[in-house]
């Protein structure tokens, strides 16, 4: 959804409320993506923001917090003191009446007691999600203007803590007023996947069972929890990425073409997709842990999981999991989607890979190998598509090669913003096409409770792998089962920057 200044009410102003302003999101995301629209123009105007935490803190303090993660260039300074002055912070406790009065007041002097758009953005722990949300209600929504709610994740641990909170933010908002955050919803070639599927005929018309041998969607990231893994073995990785970022782009690459590129159209498809995929069992996953390599560089690849002073030295909690997902309905049955993700892996990668069926009647004395779509998310966004070509010159050998669309070359000077950016913004216009609707969070994790649990009930042992290397062998063989074919022979020739790891 294009964001135009239109979207926006007239010159009605917008107050962003930034609870856990003193918290690590809020510094490393929040503020930064805020001024970034700002320094572009693309917020509002007027727009005021106003931070909420427990810590007392001064605008000065809040803004040396941020500033490492700003980016302020050169010549933007001005603009950058310009930002800050339109900020504000109200310390106060997340229980009891008395801090959200203050915010309120707050929020209404920097509106002039004026009519406002409210947007309250909690960068918090879940723990108090429900304190926040009922007083934000009860206290601080505007009286005459709109208000919104940009929730981040974990929206819950599985169905039964999803559902409480869904019914609560349901007793409290509308539907409309809920902005779920997955940020890769944000990501330009997550954005990119209907487009590509929908545009396309010569891809629509082969997005099927008749034509695709199976799907893999893959998260990878080459660091470990760098001594800070308490929060992350409370969660794990199904939890982390699978459950959220991974199902989000199953469902815009398996759904049905929606009816229009309405934000409930698409998300109807969404869930329809998700409802046909049964739960996961043990035997659809593979599950790893990663281990110390005693040849690492740094001192985070020397240290195993376990080892981590912040996580339980007997902890089964997997840092790598693999599932191989059924879809089924007429387009899809048969057809293996495969979802891997990892941390402490050999590289940071993210993207979708769609295989297409063996050359039925090879006459190329089985030289053949499989199609391929790459849409690589990051990093380096690209799309390419390995195909089979006669070689050059005086011979009638054939090889692998690509159609080849590497963003950094083709849109050389496009600015290709950061997925909060997008994401904030839709927020400011009324967009909910990129944001997680209630039933598609019960559909997600309908299909992943039971094997959480199961996990978590019997301490499934996951499958030990080294820090760096590409997880445990088992989740190739697994690929291999599930119908996905790696040949090792094709070879990239293309620049070396596009395809950089960091
Ligand atoms: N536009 C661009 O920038 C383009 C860049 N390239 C680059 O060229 C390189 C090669 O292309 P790619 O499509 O990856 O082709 P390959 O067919 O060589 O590799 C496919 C993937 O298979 C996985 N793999 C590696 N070893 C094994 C194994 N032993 N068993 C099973 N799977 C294995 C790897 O991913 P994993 O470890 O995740 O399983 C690898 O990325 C990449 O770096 C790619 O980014 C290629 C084309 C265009
Ligand atoms: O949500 C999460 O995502 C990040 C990875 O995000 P990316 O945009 O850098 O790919 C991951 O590190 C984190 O564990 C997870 O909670």
Redesign the pocket.
């Known amino acids: 959804m294009i964001c135009e200044g239109t979207h926006f009410d007239g010159k009605i102003p917008h107050t962003f409320v930034v609870f856990g302003a003193s918290g690590d999101l809020a510094k490393k995301k929040i503020y930064p993506t805020l001024w970034w629209l700002y320094r572009d123009d693309l917020l509002p105007k007027p727009t005021k923001i106003c931070g909420y935490a427990r810590s007392k803190m001064s605008i000065e303090k809040l803004r040396s917090n941020c500033d490492a993660y700003m980016k302020v260039q050169p010549g933007e300074q001005a603009k950058y003191d310009e930002f800050w002055s339109l900020n504000s912070y109200v310390a106060g406790a997340y229980d009891g009446r008395t801090g959200y009065e203050l915010l309120n007041q707050q929020l209404e002097q920097m509106e002039n007691h004026c009519k406002a758009n409210r947007i309250f953005y909690l960068a918090l722990p879940p723990s108090v999600y429900d304190l926040v949300t009922l007083n934000i209600k009860n206290i601080c929504m505007s009286r005459n203007g709109w208000n919104r709610v940009i929730v981040e994740k974990p929206f819950g641990r599985d169905d039964v803590t999803s559902k409480a909170l869904s019914d609560h933010l349901a007793s409290l908002f509308d539907e409309e007023q809920l902005y779920r955050i997955d940020h890769y919803l944000g990501k330009e070639m997550v954005q990119n996947l209907m487009t590509i599927r929908f545009g396309n005929k010569i891809l629509s018309s082969t997005w099927n069972r008749e034509n695709i041998a199976s799907v ?1 969607i ?1 998260f ?1 990231e080459p660091f470990g929890t760098q001594g800070r893994g308490g929060y992350f073995d409370e969660f794990g990785i199904i939890r982390d990425v699978m459950q959220n970022h991974l199902i989000q782009i199953l469902s815009l690459v398996a759904m049905e073409k929606p009816v229009s590129c309405h934000p409930d159209d698409i998300r109807d498809e969404k869930v329809k997709v998700l409802k046909s995929i049964p739960a996961l069992e043990l035997s659809d996953m593979v599950l790893g842990q990663y281990v110390g390599n005693p040849d690492g560089t740094t001192e985070d690849a020397r240290t195993g999981y376990l080892e981590d002073p912040t996580v339980t030295s007997t902890s089964t909690t997997p840092t790598f999991a693999m599932a191989v997902m059924k879809i089924n309905n007429e387009r899809w049955q048969g057809v293996p989607f495969i979802l ?1 993700c990892g941390k402490a ?3 940071r ?1 993210a ?1 979708v ?1 769609i295989q297409y069926q063996d050359v039925p009647g090879d006459i190329f004395e089985g030289n053949t190998k499989r199609n ?1 779509l ?1 849409i ?1 998310v990051q990093p ?1 966004e ?3 598509f ?1 195909m089979m070509t006669k070689s050059p010159g005086i011979t009638f050998d054939i090889e ?1 090669t ?1 159609l ?3 963003y ?2 083709r849109y050389k000077d496009s600015y290709l913003p950061d997925a909060y950016e997008r994401l904030i913004l839709d927020v400011f216009c009324g967009s909910q096409m990129h944001f997680v609707r209630s039933d598609e969070l019960r559909e997600a994790w309908r299909i992943f409770t039971p094997i959480l649990h199961k996990i978590e009930q019997e301490h499934t042992k996951p499958l030990p792998y080294v820090y760096g290397s ?2 445990p062998k088992e ?2 063989r697994k ?2 089962e599930a119908n ?1 074919r ?7 020739h ?2 070396k920057s ?2 950089s790891n960091l």
Do not use: I
């Not at 790696?486 to 990239?492: A, C, D, L, N, Q």
């Open positions: 893999q893959t990878k891997r892996l050999n590289e990668k993207e890979r391929e790459v690589r380096g690209a799309l390419y390995k692998e690509e080849d669309l590497t950094e070359h590409r997880g989740a190739d690929c291999e996905f790696y040949y090792g022979s094709y070879k990239w293309g620049s596009s395809t």
